[in-house]
């Protein structure tokens, strides 16, 4: 008797006593539609931009951040937003940080003088590597401190999500450095007016410090906003010299990484991801190009909205069990770097002025 299966007859080998063939349950088509989530992160960022032009002072990458974090942590995030979500949160950002480079004007950066750059560069680059060297010394997992340096050194949650990929970080690490960066940047917002109100700075100086020394773009302005008129525009162009610095970090970082996975060439970080190169290319344009003031308000609050859907989507990764499960040691590394970030820029005002 042959018993040889026919490749072509194999699937009637499954039927049952009466002669059914089971076939594979049928996916749920919503569970892997993006629409859902996207929908709900646009929607809230929308509310934070209006919630914005309704109360001064309020930043609208904060309230999504706040309110993703609030969702997941009183009710379970249902399964059909998480593609979405997850849209949002790599997507949605990198156009975003690419729209960001509108922002940035070369000229307006040079204009801020050789004292000034000198302590944007020092602040992120002491700042990243004395950050390090804290949670090395604290036995921080090494992406986790490398998110955390970068996002406290550059430009907050924005620096974060576009470390994920270089630093090969896990959501959970993502999110610890995202809700730490809303934390001790909120805490900055009250503590720099009062350190430059002690030390006795102008407002242009203490604007500097703010610039300096503040993790989000928004946190910046709310301080400045509490320093006092003369304070805004040069904290502002301080911080967006620092949001420049993204761009060579990851760099330096992905050829660092890339030189220590040499062998396996399959799991090497990009050297410079692409939505990187669009910012830097935002950037030429913006320094190059006399652009219309409507075309910038207008990449402005698309920037902002984009931004504010990502923080939503990474603000619903952020489980406060899991950050505990942590332990003390991200808390501890996030209160020193933020010292340390502090100490630099006001040693370095203090040394320029």
Do not use: Y
């Amino acid at each position: 008797m042959d018993t040889t299966a026919d490749p072509e007859q194999a699937p009637d080998r499954l039927a049952d006593r009466e002669g059914r063939v089971p076939t594979a349950p049928s996916p749920d088509p919503h569970r892997s539609l993006p629409w859902p989530g996207l929908a709900l992160a646009v929607g809230v960022a929308a509310v934070a931009v209006l919630l914005q032009h309704a109360v001064a002072g309020l930043s609208p990458l904060l309230l999504a951040v706040l309110a993703g974090a609030v969702l997941s942590n009183t009710r379970a995030v249902p399964a059909s937003l998480g593609p979405g979500l997850q849209v949002a949160s790599r997507r949605l950002l990198r156009a975003g940080i690419v729209l960001l480079g509108l922002q940035l004007s070369l000229g307006d950066i040079a204009a801020l003088g050789g004292g000034t750059i000198a302590v944007v560069v020092a602040v992120v680059v002491l700042g990243i590597t004395g950050t390090l060297a804290l949670g090395r010394w604290l036995r921080v997992p090494p992406a986790l401190r490398l998110l955390i340096a970068t996002g406290f050194s550059i430009c907050g949650a924005a620096a974060v999500a576009a470390m994920e990929d270089t630093a090969d970080a896990d959501e959970e690490e993502v999110a610890t450095a995202v809700g730490m960066v809303v934390l001790f940047g909120t805490v900055m917002i009250a503590v720099v007016p009062a350190v430059t109100g002690l030390w006795g700075l102008g407002p242009q100086t203490a604007g500097l410090v703010a610039g300096a020394s503040i993790h989000e773009v928004a946190q910046v302005v709310a301080a400045a906003g509490v320093i006092g008129s003369g304070a805004l525009k040069v904290a502002v162009v301080t911080k967006l010299g620092r949001v420049l610095m993204l761009a060579p970090v990851i760099l330096v970082v992905g050829s660092l990484r890339r030189r220590g996975t040499a062998r396996d060439a399959a799991t090497r970080p990009p050297l410079l991801p692409f939505f990187v190169v669009g910012f830097l290319a935002a950037v030429v344009l913006r320094s190059t190009v006399q652009l219309e003031p409507a075309l910038l308000t207008g990449a402005a609050t698309l920037q902002t909205l984009l931004l504010a859907a990502a923080m939503f989507a990474l603000g619903c990764g952020v489980r406060f069990d899991k950050v505990r499960d942590m332990g003390a040691r991200p808390l501890v590394l996030g209160t020193l770097s933020t010292v340390w970030v502090l100490g630099v820029a006001c040693a370095g005002v203090a040394l320029t002025r």
